[in-house]
């Protein structure tokens, strides 16, 4: 296994980076910088497949051939690829990675909060997962499909501005009613600061999750009815500069 700024069959290659860049609308005030390969490693989600992707030679038909020896059967990588922000190589890369360690092809929480425990030992990381987990989630089965896995990293590490606030909005929103409640959203921020632990320097007080909350509603409830719609969320965020570089603590721990 190659690791930080190494390339590691096109997945954490530069070039794949910026060839979506152009494509970026430039939408909003702030702009989000691009991802280099090592700040790419800092996606425990990437870092897990990487971890589980075994070698393999030159032959790319392996991966073809290995999507039909799963229970549960993606759909090709050329409808992936049109689907995400990933080149063929790197979908091959990502799918070796999630079979190695869920060769049925299914993700279920558990797994969700065993990465997260790994990368985050100080802390607790369960609510954590289990809020993610759903995010990623689509079909509220209980379990992710690699599709829905690779879709969802694609908006995180390669989305528009727009794109990543929509998948934050979703995460946030936890009973998926459309709306996110102030309740809803200390619980995510509560569940951050408990898996990035109370000895972490600096060191965060105690109802620093209840003021971070309070600031947001504060900028975000534009009609005061108690809620925030994910129209009054992605404009108060797309204006608000102090806003967008608050949320990148979620960002910080996908």
Not at 76 to 86: D, H, M, R, V, Y
Not at 114 to 131: L, V
Not at 215 to 223: I, L, T, Y
Not at 233 to 244: A, L, P, S, V, W
Request: net charge negative; glycine share 6%; aromatic share 10%.
């Amino acid at each position: 296994m190659q690791t930080d700024g190494q390339r590691v069959d096109g997945l954490l290659s530069d070039s794949s980076v910026a060839d979506s860049a152009p494509n970026r609308p430039q939408e909003g005030k702030w702009q989000k910088p691009r991802f280099s390969r090592r700040s790419l490693m800092k996606c425990c989600l990437v870092r897990w497949i990487i971890s589980n992707t075994a070698p393999q030679g030159p032959d790319s038909s392996d991966s073809e051939l290995e999507l039909a020896m799963v229970r549960h059967q993606p759909e090709g990588l050329e409808e992936l690829q049109a689907q995400t922000k990933f080149t063929r190589k790197e979908l091959q890369s990502l799918y070796r990675g999630f079979k190695n360690e869920c060769p049925s092809g299914l993700v279920d929480e558990e797994t969700f909060k065993t990465i997260y425990s790994q990368f985050f030992p100080q802390g607790d990381a369960t609510t954590y997962a289990h809020f993610l987990f759903n995010a990623f989630d689509m079909d509220r089965n209980g379990s992710i499909r690699f599709e829905d896995f690779v879709i969802g990293l694609s908006v995180l590490l390669r989305g528009s501005v727009t794109e990543k606030l929509r998948w934050a909005f979703n995460l946030y929103d936890i009973n998926k009613d459309g709306c996110i409640t102030k309740e809803e959203m200390l619980a995510i921020m509560k569940s951050i600061y408990d898996m990035m632990g109370r000895y972490t320097s600096p060191s965060v007080k105690e109802d620093a999750p209840f003021e971070h909350v309070e600031k947001f509603f504060q900028k975000m409830d534009r009609n005061r009815d108690g809620v925030v719609t994910i129209e009054e969320f992605i404009e108060t965020c797309q204006k608000d500069e102090n806003i967008m570089s608050s949320m990148q603590l979620f960002e910080n721990v996908i």
